[in-house]
């Protein structure tokens, strides 16, 4: 079959590459799949750098428009030309850079190289008799082992964050056929002096640390409860993310291929999506993961059966910050009530005043009750249609309207004297859809500027779309910012690394649109999921 011809019919597929194609590292590293490109069809459009996406008349994508460069005394600089290209489809190759995130989070653990990219690298020196030292590593022999040296423990990296191996996938690979022996090494002296005698001690303790391992670290189902007619908690058996929980915090939910129930060919396995912890149990090592059932792999979430292993990845993103002696207020709206439950509970535990509006559609979604009421001082209550929800202690209240609305009324004394007044807030945090939290947003500025203090914080959730979730690695989450006097494009940030952002610098307009971008595949995915389930019903809750 004649693909290339083929490939062209359908509009071909280009490359197009800010320098020239021998300045590409698939040039210079692995010539051999610039050929097999061409032999493809493929062409190679040199020195263009996107700058804008082209809109079609249904939204999609109808081109390109690039900028063009120029090579002067052999540097790359952005001419005064653009071109335009036509196209259907857009794959972006970023490009990598070193993830030394948790340098950023935990300064001080490693030590950075002099340009503050890469993890210095550091090579083990042996005197031959057992002891080791470390030093910075060389151009010629960097190492494979980081700064952290710590009570006989060390760290070793690889990979596009070694310096030495990054850009390349082939590179990559290597580092570990060259590192492994250097690890083994550190072993070299224990090993040689072991007594064969005492090897099933040895044995035993192997055992033991693996059966460890495993409990601690292998999540299992431990059962799937229905909260309301379209929410279910999923509680999972996962000691090691439990004790390592902190409110704010999110977890990457997923069942195994291999283990995942088929129906008429087609195997009902879920992608990885997004929870927060809405609760864990340190002790007995369970945490919960709240699910509204919206899409194909939320919705196999009920169908998720105890003792059945899963992928549970986290937990991940920055804790919420937790202050002492503020008055807090605290703003959910549906699912977003499950994050708050564990964040009004450390806020009160931490010397808070907080004060609680939580939003629903109708009286039917109500989940949790008692867990709302034990984190709060006060909780006004807000459906969008009758009937409303009845407060169970004195303090609280009931509305019927959105939660804006409920806030205004409240703090206008239309729901009687708060017991709380908006004037003590110094801080708002607002966790639900993107419209119901830009609608806090613009309240703010609005209709109840005159009721809450001009300095306080303001915190929204971001719930940008996620693919990885493993912090500034596929750049899926993705969140553009705005300068909130000039409403004029900041940059991104990755909302897999801190989900908390400030209200006022979120671009909303671009979040709903990023949110939207999958919809008519969800829709397609979700019809197929009914129609298989309509031919076999599976057991759920």
């Keep these: 079959p004649d693909f290339a011809r083929l490939v062209q019919q359908w509009g071909g597929v280009r490359i197009v590459y800010r320098k020239d194609l021998t300045d590409s590292p698939a040039y210079r590293l692995n010539h051999e799949e610039v050929i097999k490109a061409f032999e493809e069809g493929i062409s190679f459009i040199e020195r263009l750098s996107p700058i804008e996406?082209?809109?079609?008349?249904?939204?999609?994508?109808?081109g390109v428009i690039f900028e063009q460069y120029a090579k002067e005394n052999g540097r790359w600089k952005v001419s005064d030309k653009t071109e335009s290209l036509p196209a259907r489809s857009l794959l972006v190759a970023a490009g990598t850079s070193p993830n030394v995130i948790y340098e950023r989070e935990y300064p001080?653990?490693?030590?950075?190289?002099?340009?503050?990219?890469?993890?210095?690298?550091?090579?083990?020196?042996?005197?031959?008799?057992?002891?080791?030292?470390?030093?910075?590593?060389?151009?010629?022999?960097?190492?494979?082992f980081t700064s952290y040296h710590r009570n006989g423990r060390h760290i070793t990296f690889y990979g596009d964050n070694h310096p030495k191996y990054a850009g390349n996938v082939v590179k990559a690979m290597a580092s570990a056929k060259d590192g492994f022996p250097h690890v083994v090494s550190?072993?070299?002296?224990?090993?040689?002096?072991?007594?064969?005698a005492q090897?099933?001690?040895?044995?035993?303790?192997?055992?033991?640390?693996?059966?460890?391992?495993?409990?601690s670290l292998l999540p299992r189902v431990e059962r799937v409860e229905r909260l309301t007619p379209t929410i279910v908690d999923v509680i999972v058996r996962a000691p090691k993310a439990a004790r390592q929980f902190r409110p704010g915090q999110f977890f990457r939910l997923q069942n195994f291929e291999t283990l995942a129930p088929v129906v008429d060919g087609t195997r009902l396995n879920m992608e990885g999506i997004a929870l927060t912890g809405a609760w864990v149990d340190q002790e007995k090592g369970v945490l919960s993961l709240i699910v509204l059932e919206m899409g194909v792999s939320s919705r196999l979430c009920a169908y998720l059966q105890p003792g059945e292993p899963v992928v549970v990845m986290g937990p991940t993103g920055t804790p919420t910050t937790i202050p002492t002696g503020e008055t807090v207020l605290l703003a959910g709206g549906g699912l977003g009530n499950a994050v708050l439950f564990s964040i009004a509970q450390a806020m009160k535990s931490n010397g808070n005043r907080v004060i609680y509006f939580a939003g629903y559609r109708k009286g039917l979604d109500l989940f949790k009750?008692?867990?709302v009421e034990r984190g709060t001082d006060v909780v006004v209550w807000a459906t969008d249609i009758e009937p409303g929800i009845a407060p169970r202690r004195t303090q609280d209240r009931s509305f019927v309207g959105n939660i804006v609305e409920a806030m205004n009324a409240y703090g206008r004394g239309r729901l009687g004297i708060p017991a709380i007044k908006f004037a003590e807030v110094g801080r708002i945090v607002a966790i639900g859809s993107d419209r119901m939290m830009n609608a806090v947003r613009e309240a703010r500025h609005g209709v109840l500027a005159d009721l809450i203090p001009q300095a306080h914080v303001a915190i929204g959730s971001i719930n940008s779309t996620m693919q990885c979730m493993l912090k500034e690695i596929c750049a899926q989450c993705l969140q553009m910012h705005v300068d909130p006097l000039t409403g004029e494009p900041t940059g991104p940030v990755f909302s897999c690394f801190n989900q908390d952002q400030p209200l006022d610098q979120v671009d909303f307009m671009n979040l709903n649109e990023r949110l939207k971008t999958n919809s008519a595949l969800e829709h397609v995915a979700n019809r197929w999921l009914t129609h298989l389930l309509a031919k076999q019903p599976l057991p759920h809750v």
């Design 53 to 62: 996406a082209i809109r079609g008349q249904f939204g999609g994508l109808d």
């Design 108 to 144: 001080g653990t490693f030590e950075l190289d002099e340009r503050g990219q890469f993890f210095q690298p550091h090579r083990e020196i042996s005197n031959g008799g057992g002891e080791l030292r470390f030093e910075k590593g060389t151009t010629k022999e960097p190492g494979f």
């Design 186 to 196: 550190l072993f070299a002296h224990d090993l040689a002096n072991l007594d064969p």
């Design 199 to 215: 090897q099933p001690q040895r044995d035993h303790r192997w055992r033991s640390l693996v059966e460890e391992l495993d409990d």
């Design 369 to 371: 009750q008692d867990d």
